[in-house]
Each structure stands twice: as C-alpha cells, then as structure tokens.
C-alpha cells in the first residue's frame, strides 16, 4: 500500500492469478475491441452484489437525489421525480423529500435503497437519463459499515458534486468505535 492512499486496495486480479493470457484479437465488428474468451459465462454480480455489499435493511445501494429547495422549479421537478420513480419502480424503498439539510447532506434530498443487481442496472440508466436538472449521489452499504468511506472514496456522482458535510459521518463512525470499545 502506497502511503499516499487513505484507504487498502485489493488488487483487482485477485483470484485470478495463474490463468493464460487473454487474447490479443480484436472484434471484427468494430476492429477496436478485444474478443473475450468467456463469451456466454456470465459474472456471478449480475445476480449477487460484489462482495463487500451489505444487502440488509438498507438494500446493497442508497441513491440520494438533490434539489435546491429555494429553486420552485427544482422542488417541483424533485416531487415528481420522487412521483414518477414510485410509480415506475414500486419495489425500490423511497424515503420522503427532506426540505432541508439531513445528515452529511448538505442540501434538500430524498432517498432511493437498491437491494438487487438488476434493480440497479434498470434504475441507473433510467435516473440517468430523467434525473433532468438534479444530482444523484450513488453509494454502496457495505458490510464493514465505513460509512464515510461509502460517502466519499466509493461513491459515484450523476451529474454536479454536491459538498457532503464528512464531518458528522466521521464523528458518527468515532462514537460507534468508542461505544464497541466500552463493552
């Protein structure tokens, strides 16, 4: 581990060491990408969350989705996104529309959980493409519980980064370390 990074990383290729080299042809249907060997094997994460990945009470994903509640135009298009999505993906866990900043959330919000693979390959692309104006902050719940790590070094953006307030994750993460110690 590199002293410049906050966090461990595995390597990616762990596990498949000792395999034969890939080859090196290229498709003949564009004549830039690589012919794969495994074609029709597909990975075990299209039906099971990496490993890592929670999927308990919070699903394996939280998707948080911003709107600036002094803008009468992005608080109505938040409401019927927040609508649409309800109606269009009734098996998702949606949370209300929170007028004000909640948590390390620093502008007004609602809350999307994800508990399933395919869930997420529908619902991504989909908010997308119809999250019009408004950024979504994707992050996974993962069995370690890093929940500043979840919010900062693996989440991913659509659209425009909004500030997070860290700081209240990490002194959440520091009261629970404090409390495991007490017992």
Known sequence: MSDSFLYEYPSPLEGYEGLPPLPDA???EDGKSFKNSQTGVLSPSYEKFT??????????????????YGSEFEKGFARALWERIRREFPELRIYKLWDRPVG????AMFEVNIFTPAQFGAFIPWLVINRGPLSALVHPNTDDGDHLRAHSQRATWLGERIPLDLRSLKEFE??????????
Do not use: C, W
Not at 53 to 65: M, Q, S
Not at 174 to 183: C, F, G, I, L, P
């Open 51 to 68: 490993s890592g990945v929670t999927n308990g009470r919070r699903g394996g994903f939280d998707v948080h989705i911003y709107y600036h």
């Open 26 to 28: 290229l498709n003949e």
């Open 174 to 183: 520091e009261k629970n370390r404090d409390q495991k110690a007490t017992k």
């Open 104 to 107: 390390p959330h620093t502008m």
